[in-house]
């Protein structure tokens, strides 16, 4: 089995590597391609990840490339998770909208819309390079903006699957607040990429009875802790909703608090810096602590499982992925992408039946995916009107003023990234 990841240069990539070499028995990969522009990156992540796999006497070959066709080629999977214009750009998704009292965000909001810019053409533009060479290949993206990325990809014909880490890592956060073992936590997670709610926490499969009561019970404090969330947010919910819902439910809040610090990219990159220095250290042969604090837990686990079950190599029955909303949720149109539970094979991914939506998620919903509509038309034609319009749109900017701000910088911020500006 052959996988090639693109954006193999990341920093985050040994965590990937750690998986792959943990979870052998699951996804047996002969063959590993890391596929990266930057030369030096690469050289350095990939003398780290060929390391792990001597360590813990993975047999796998890791070879890396900056010649993307190349790379893909012949690959069973190829995961996506690149970040066009790298951390640079992330920093001026995160501080140009505050200027006009928006949350700077790297996925949400008019950040994430600058991000949905940049990277749509590119994903596609990779996403047919593979299918040219290997039209069978499944494509797990793991780059944001998910949902929207994935709606991309799928509307242009290709096999390919959202992937996130949010519910994996609730599953884990919720087992060891049980003290049972992961594999027994079912979540009834709904909603879009990085806007969902767990509805029910059930134990033993999708039938079991939902514990979510007793878990809010007894540790809702370290639940809203972990959340950055007040206790009575949960509390009057009756439900854990993403930490991405923060920038909704205390909007106003995180903009002040993000005008008083250093944003998230600035954090990460002076992160990768000392990162880098130490996969340069030729002993150096398990992914470092620091790593932990980069973001993106448990991703490696949800990667191997994804990709064995699409592969046909195992892996859960039920996974949380981003796929074809197909009336699950009847509020929303066929070609919408929601993430929720879905059995996954090797022909791909079918949503389970979710209950009925309460209108206080169901209605956030269709607005977001009405903003995602206007994103991915902006993203696939460009125009200023069609970024003012997607940027109206979204719940948390939604005023003409603010719009027509946010157009301007987000246009001059992106102009290098934007071809038809």
């Not at 448990?298 to 796929?323: H, I, R």
Request: some cysteine.
């Amino acid at each position: 089995m052959k996988l090639a990841v693109v954006g193999g240069g990341s920093t985050y990539t040994p965590e990937l590597i750690d998986g792959f070499a943990r979870l052998r028995d699951t996804l047996p990969i002969e063959e590993l391609v890391l596929v990266d522009p930057a030369a030096d990156r690469l050289d350095l992540v990939g003398g780290l990840a060929r390391r792990i796999f001597a360590k813990q006497d993975h047999a796998g070959k890791i070879t890396t490339t900056t010649d993307l066709d190349a790379g893909v080629a012949d690959a069973d999977a190829v995961l996506l998770q690149l970040r066009v214009g790298g951390q640079a750009a992330r920093n001026q998704d995160e501080t140009w909208p505050l200027e006009c009292g928006c949350v700077g965000q790297e996925t949400t909001g008019a950040g994430g819309l600058a991000k949905a810019l940049r990277t749509v053409p590119v994903v596609l533009d990779i996403a047919e390079r593979v299918r040219r060479t290997n039209p069978d290949a499944w494509i797990i993206d793991f780059t944001n903006p998910v949902g929207i990325v994935t709606r991309a990809l799928l509307q242009a014909g290709h096999k390919a699957v959202g992937l996130c880490n949010v519910a994996i890592g609730f599953q884990r956060k919720f087992a060891r607040l049980l003290d049972v073992n992961p594999s027994e936590v079912h979540l009834d997670h709904v909603g879009l990429n990085h806007l969902t709610w767990e509805l029910g926490v059930r134990l033993g499969g999708p039938d079991g009875e939902s514990v979510l009561p007793k878990l809010l019970a007894e540790h809702g404090d370290t639940i809203a802790d972990d959340l950055r969330m007040d206790r009575r947010i949960v509390d009057r919910l009756g439900v854990v909703p993403s930490y991405y819902l923060r920038y909704f439910y205390a909007h106003d809040e995180v903009v002040r608090e993000l005008g008083t610090k250093p944003s998230r990219a600035a954090e990460v990159a002076a992160m990768e810096k000392e990162l880098l220095a130490m996969y340069g250290d030729p002993t150096l042969d398990e992914k470092p602590e620091l790593l932990a604090k980069r973001g993106g837990a448990f991703y490696s686990e949800a990667a191997v499982d994804l990709a064995a079950s699409l592969l046909g190599n195992g892996g859960s029955p039920v996974q949380v992925v981003n796929t074809y909303n197909n009336g699950t949720l009847p509020f929303l149109p066929d070609d919408a992408v929601i993430e929720v539970q879905a059995r996954v094979g090797h022909d791909g991914a079918t949503p389970l039946a979710v209950p009925a939506l309460d209108p206080l998620y169901a209605g956030l919903i269709a607005n977001v995916t009405a903003y995602e509509d206007l994103a991915l038309e902006a993203a696939l034609r460009g125009g200023r009107d069609r970024v003012f319009k997607a940027l109206l749109a979204h719940p948390l900017i939604g005023q003409f003023d603010y719009a027509e701000g946010l157009t301007d910088r987000l246009i001059a911020h992106n102009r290098e990234h934007l071809a038809w500006a």
